[in-house]
DNA sequence: GAATCATATGTCCATATCGGAATATGTCAA
DNA sequence: TTGACATATTCCGATATGGACATATGATTC
């Protein structure tokens, strides 16, 4: 098996910094695609592809109007990925004050520090 | 150009489902591999590839501890997602009592409700 | 030193990527 | 109809993946 496909879920599709800069500007409202060709000064094709993972993980959705299309952001699928995240907060909020745990890590520190062997 | 690594940020490297489950089960402490391939019932060397992966993002520390090696949850490289994803917790909160935006959204289910053309 | 346990690395395969270039589709305007 | 504009799709190449398998490295015990 090769890795997962981009459109398995929010967390691949999301992996891509362009898509995530289009979600970005999505952010600030409904735009067409040539607005977003602009602003990312990418080609428009690799755009429209990334657009399409977008759609196919729900993270945008589409309306034509006339002869533009219309992409609009759908935040709900970054649920999934705040949820997880968010129970890993407090392990990059808290204090090291354990003392177990500091003198365990200038132990590491010290073993790590490559001396002849 | 290809994908990006997986070891390009934090943002690829928990891309993958078993990646994400190794960080929860360290999450509950540190823990020799041994222990983890036997909890995510994995080849022993899937398990030391994606350790790798997850260490070359900063996300575990090791430790020698005899002959067994201590992984040991960093969670700090998800900060950087958590700020990302944060932002968005309120396009799938806000409820939707924006008139403008209800009959867009109707409108949206009409056309593409797919009568014949 | 030899055997054993714990972990890491290397090779192979099938797959999917991103990007570029060219081209197809679709809509409006003259 | 013809042409211009907006967007999507296809084909290509280079690259990296995750998994299976075999093997290397390293520490411990006998």
Known sequence: MARAATTADAFNAVAEPRRRQILDLLAGGERPVNDLV?????????????????????????????????????????????DWVKDYEQSWTQRFDRLDVVLEQLKDMEDGDGSDK
């Open 38 to 82: 602009a602003r990312l000064e990418l080609a428009q094709p690799l755009v429209s592809k990334h657009l399409r993972v977008l759609r196919e993980v729900g993270l945008v959705d589409v309306r034509d109007e006339g002869r533009q299309r219309m992409y609009r952001l759908n935040g709900r699928p970054l649920k999934a990925i705040h």
